[in-house]
């Protein structure tokens, strides 16, 4: 069943940079934890983990815990219309910067992709 969201909060969360970021990561990754997006970013873990709590709260991300890490996803029961918003902006902005570089960034983590995740 999907969930409702907000249109107001959907487009003021992804209004700010480190969200609109992550967020766009998201969509091109079943599922990130804090320390892939903190490289990814070049941003710190606490601010990283505010901006994912923010998208969480308004049920635009769905996060699960694993050990001492948490691994977050876009959150399977949000609307068509906000996963297709989602989409076309994901797609549109994948060759631009920063998206681009955060994405090569990600490739480039050295936790990724079997390593021992976030060690």
């Not at 969201?5 to 209004?15: D, P, V």
């Not at 766009?24 to 070049?42: I, P």
């Not at 994912?52 to 029961?77: F, K, M, S, T």
């Not at 960034?105 to 992709?113: D, E, G, T, V, W």
Request: with cysteine; hydrophobic share 45%; net charge neutral.
């Amino acid at each position: 069943m999907a969930m409702e969201i907000e249109a107001t909060a959907l487009f003021a969360a992804l209004a700010h940079d480190t969200r609109l970021r992550c967020v766009t990561l998201l969509m091109h990754h079943d599922e990130l934890c804090v320390c892939e997006l903190t490289h990814a970013l070049g941003a710190s873990q606490p601010h990283i983990s505010r901006s994912l709590g923010q998208l969480r709260e308004i049920g635009l991300v769905a996060d699960r815990r694993e050990g001492i890490w948490v691994y977050y996803r876009i959150n399977p029961a949000i609307p068509t219309w906000v996963r297709g918003v989602l989409g076309e902006a994901a797609k549109g902005l994948c060759g631009q910067g920063p998206f681009a570089e955060d994405e090569q960034a990600l490739r480039a983590a050295p936790s990724r992709p079997a390593a021992a995740r976030c060690a």
